[in-house]
């Protein structure tokens, strides 16, 4: 059997040699321009993100949300920490709040103008999932868990990623919004709600997984 692999890693390398492959003159094209043209946002990368290469994005998302479901499912067998570990001098809880109030308004204008410029959803979800952990470590654990329970941010959390796919599948299958005008607030088809639900999903789930380590290991 190894003879036929060899045989077969042969016979590629040899076609890579004889039959090399077929060049198209690119000098006057740009990738970039026709990204932009093809997707109706000005920010390419969320173009490609979101369109180009929405299936790899379409896993990531559900591979976030198994990471956060595992990490509760590996702890969930363990003691919760008796101490919990957070700042309680004054000018430590001061900057912690300032942190999380500049962190949460990035991460609103990276949510809703991600598609103008450099940011996007998962960027978005970053800088909100900071702003969380920047009040977690200044507040009470219970308080943190109550106002997650009494929003049903874990809800939220799982309509976000339904909705994204529903409206990825669409993308996909050619039902898709106008792209508008490039470099407008309303453009981009589909691309701006996917970085919304995005930039949702990713803080929610960033909540979720701070609660946990802070109930079982006490430590952010």
Same mark, same amino acid.
Request: glycine residues 10%.
């Given at each position: 059997?190894?003879?036929?692999?060899?045989?077969?890693?042969?016979?590629?390398?040899?076609?890579?040699?004889? =039959?090399?492959?077929?060049?198209?003159?690119?000098?006057?094209?740009?990738?970039?321009? $026709?990204?932009?043209?093809?997707?109706?946002?000005?920010?390419?990368?969320?173009?490609?993100?979101?369109?180009?290469?929405?299936?790899?994005?379409?896993?990531?998302?559900?591979?976030?949300?198994?990471?956060?479901?595992?990490?509760?499912?590996?702890?969930?067998?363990?003691?919760?920490?008796?101490? !919990?570990?957070?700042?309680?001098?004054?000018?430590?809880?001061?900057?912690?709040?300032?942190?999380?109030?500049?962190? /949460?308004?990035?991460?609103?204008?990276? /949510?809703?103008?991600?598609?103008?410029?450099?940011?996007?959803? =998962?960027?978005?979800?970053?800088?909100?999932?900071?702003?969380?952990?920047?009040?977690?470590?200044?507040?009470?654990?219970?308080?943190?868990?109550?106002?997650?329970?009494?929003?049903?941010?874990?809800?939220?959390?799982?309509?976000?990623?339904?909705?994204? !796919?529903?409206?990825?599948?669409?993308?996909?299958?050619?039902?898709?919004?106008?792209?508008?005008?490039?470099?407008?607030? $309303?453009?981009?088809?589909?691309?701006?709600?996917?970085?919304?639900?995005?930039?949702?999903?990713?803080?929610?789930?960033?909540? /979720?997984? !701070?609660?946990? =380590?802070?109930?079982?290991?006490?430590?952010?």
């Amino acid at each position: 059997m190894k003879w036929i692999y060899v045989i077969a890693g042969v016979a590629l390398y040899i076609k890579m040699l004889v =039959f090399p492959n077929p060049s198209t003159d690119m000098a006057e094209v740009s990738i970039v321009d $026709v990204i932009v043209q093809d997707t109706g946002v000005s920010n390419a990368v969320s173009g490609i993100i979101f369109r180009n290469r929405l299936y790899d994005t379409i896993f990531e998302v559900v591979v976030f949300t198994l990471a956060i479901m595992g990490a509760r499912f590996l702890l969930a067998n363990e003691q919760p920490s008796c101490t !919990i570990y957070q700042f309680t001098d004054h000018p430590s809880v001061v900057l912690a709040r300032l942190g999380a109030t500049i962190a /949460a308004l990035v991460g609103i204008e990276l /949510a809703i103008r991600g598609h103008l410029s450099p940011g996007g959803g =998962f960027a978005a979800g970053v800088a909100g999932g900071t702003a969380i952990g920047l009040v977690a470590i200044t507040s009470s654990p219970k308080w943190m868990e109550d106002i997650y329970q009494r929003w049903g941010a874990a809800i939220w959390e799982k309509i976000a990623v339904l909705v994204f !796919i529903v409206l990825a599948v669409l993308s996909l299958v050619g039902i898709a919004l106008p792209n508008g005008q490039v470099g407008t607030l $309303v453009s981009g088809g589909w691309i701006p709600l996917l970085n919304i639900l995005v930039a949702v999903k990713v803080a929610l789930g960033s909540w /979720a997984a !701070i609660l946990t =380590f802070i109930r079982y290991r006490g430590l952010l």
